[in-house]
């Protein structure tokens, strides 16, 4: 009863983070690039109207026209929404919906695995809430919430092999998470493995493929009716890039391998940055470390992620679950 009682407790005190955040902070009320999509969806255009509420970093202008760099699914998925509400509906929205089933599908894939109830309930209220996943889904910026959208979607694929053995399922959610952002396709290496350790036969990863390479010839001729080339997104010609860079990073490429280091050491080893009182000294005041915008390692952003090298005896509640699995 008392770990039912913590877990309560953090999940309230998470509900109550996520209406701070939609709240108080205008700036995630601005963008509604997916929602205006969605709209010229439905009014049978793939490119957005020239308007004031376009976010320069998520744009990009070819022909004369403006794009979103991403994959259709997440407009596609708004379109209900824009229909019924108008184009000013919230599209922050999206990630709260992505929040609820990748929670929903964290516990039923564990509970798959025999974990115990209150178990599967601790790992999906920590993948949730204590994770990236949980301000990619709440900041409303569309490079957050597509990512948002398609690890839940991912998710879902994986509970349909796993929970359910179904492979043709599980390969119209990951393809539905490719035609959410592309990268999602590197979630194949998973199955290849299965297949490779024989947990999948040829005609079961024939009917989990399927759906996918249809997602991919659906992208592919998404991408070239924008951009006249079956594999360019959008990145290439992103208006931010040209006339707003964010960082000095983008003079050494977009996806230039040089950026590795620096992204494993923010990944392993970057902590949180101080609060200095003044930027020239190193004298610290209240609250004393921030978030740093540049990200920081994943011990101190998700430190569940701890018990894959320690085992934390002391505080039961955590190693039941490891116990349990």
């Known amino acids: 009863m008392n770990k039912l009682i913590i877990l309560i407790l953090l999940f309230l005190f998470s509900l109550y983070s996520s209406f701070l955040i939609l709240t108080t902070a205008a700036v995630f009320n601005s963008d509604t690039s997916l929602s205006l999509l969605a709209h010229q969806f439905i009014n049978g255009h793939i490119s957005l109207a020239p308007t004031k509420e376009l976010p320069l970093g998520d ?10 760099y991403f994959g259709p699914f997440a407009s596609i998925a708004l379109m209900p929404f824009v229909f019924i509400f108008g184009k000013t509906f919230p599209q922050v929205f999206l990630g709260i919906a992505s929040m609820a089933i990748s929670l929903s ?3 039923f894939i564990t509970k798959s695995f025999k974990f115990e ?15 990236v996943l949980f301000s990619a889904s709440l900041i409303n910026i569309s490079a957050y919430l597509v990512q948002a959208l398609g690890a839940s979607l991912v998710l879902v694929s994986l509970y349909f092999y796993i929970s359910k053995k179904n492979p043709l399922s599980a390969g119209i959610f990951l393809g539905l998470a490719v035609l959410t952002r592309f990268i999602l396709i590197l979630a194949v290496i998973f199955f290849i493995v299965e297949f490779l350790q024989k947990r999948l036969k040829p005609r079961q990863l024939v ?14 001729t998404y991408n070239f009716v924008r951009f006249d080339s079956f594999l360019e997104t959008g990145y290439k010609y992103a208006s931010a890039y040209k006339t707003y860079p964010q960082s000095l990073n983008l003079e050494h490429g977009l996806f230039n391998i040089s950026h590795l280091p620096a992204n494993l050491y923010t990944f392993f080893i970057k902590p949180p940055a101080p609060v200095l009182e003044n930027p020239k000294g190193f004298f610290l005041q209240f609250p004393y470390l921030k978030a740093d915008p540049w990200g920081m390692a994943i011990w101190f952003t998700s430190p569940l992620f701890l018990m894959l090298i320690f085992k934390f005896k002391k505080y039961s509640f955590l190693y039941d679950i490891k116990k349990s699995s």
């Not at 744009?59 to 979103?68: A, C, M, T």
């Open 207 to 220: 009917l989990l493929f399927s759906p996918v390479v249809i997602a991919l010839l659906i992208l592919g």
């Open 59 to 68: 744009i990009s202008f070819f022909n004369n026209r403006f794009y979103l």
């Open 117 to 131: 109830k209150l178990a599967s309930l601790w790992l999906a209220v920590f993948y949730v809430f204590s994770t």
């Open 105 to 107: 599908a964290i516990y």
